[in-house]
């Protein structure tokens, strides 16, 4: 099955400067890779996804590559605030007209850390 | 607007004893998910279903039964609770089988 390694578990960074965090999966048929945000006592929360056939994908603050030669993605944050500390987590899927989030393979999570 | 609501949000069991987690849900969605977090693994698919009257294994199933009797609900039961159930347990739903997960807050449970 797919397996999801994500780097690094926790990451510190002073207010205004930019995070990443790198996942690489291995099975080369997922196509489907979002990105979950979870706040301290709180469930995860979508902030952003890609589909294997774009490369990049930006919202405001935040960015996702994809590397399918590499099957490696990442989340770049710029201009971190303190808002943006909470545990992050990748995932990679197969997704068909009928199935997907059942296939979902989540990261362990990177704890980030926003210093002011 | 709820959301995804679960219930109860914290729970201490001894071992071999039993319960039932609740998840309900008031948007209408097909398709609902329970997964444990556990430090340093993710989040891992223990059932799930793709519609009222359905259920299905995800990765970790063993120990878990579900049922999907109303739209609205999904239950998550442990018939003899162990303490490698001691987790915290999301319950998510979707529109669609591809479509943005809606996590509850979680039920934190421990097994003594």
């Known amino acids: 099955g797919e397996n999801v390694e994500q780097h690094p578990s926790t990451l510190s960074v002073q207010e205004g400067d930019s995070a990443v965090i790198k996942c690489t999966y291995s099975?080369?048929?997922?196509?489907?890779f979002p990105w979950y945000k979870q706040e301290l006592g709180k469930g995860p929360q979508l902030i952003i996804d890609?589909?294997?056939?774009?490369g990049e994908k930006k919202d405001q603050r935040i960015a996702v590559t994809l590397n399918k030669t590499a099957k490696h993605f990442s989340l770049h944050i710029t201009e971190t605030q303190p808002e943006d500390s909470a545990v992050y987590f990748c995932a990679a899927s197969i997704v068909g007209a009928s199935f997907g989030n059942e296939k979902l393979t989540f990261g362990t999570g990177t704890r980030l850390t926003i210093i002011p | 607007n709820a959301g995804v609501t679960q219930t109860p949000k914290f729970r201490v069991l001894k071992t071999g004893q039993s319960m039932t987690l609740l998840c309900a849900q008031d948007m209408n969605h097909e398709y609902m998910y329970w997964y444990r977090q556990d430090p340093g693994m993710g989040l891992r698919l223990i059932h799930y279903?793709?519609?009222?009257?359905?259920?299905a294994k995800g990765e970790v199933p063993d120990g878990y039964n579900v049922s999907r009797l109303k739209k609205q609900n999904f239950l998550l039961g442990l018939e003899s609770a162990a303490p490698s159930q001691t987790s915290v347990y999301f319950c998510?739903?979707?529109?669609?089988?591809?479509?943005?997960?809606?996590f509850g807050e979680g039920s934190r449970l421990t097994v003594l």
């Open positions: 099975d080369s048929a997922s196509n489907y």
């Open positions: 279903s793709v519609g009222e009257g359905t259920t």
């Open positions: 890609i589909r294997s056939n774009v």
């Open positions: 998510a739903s979707t529109r669609t089988p591809t479509g943005e997960l809606f």
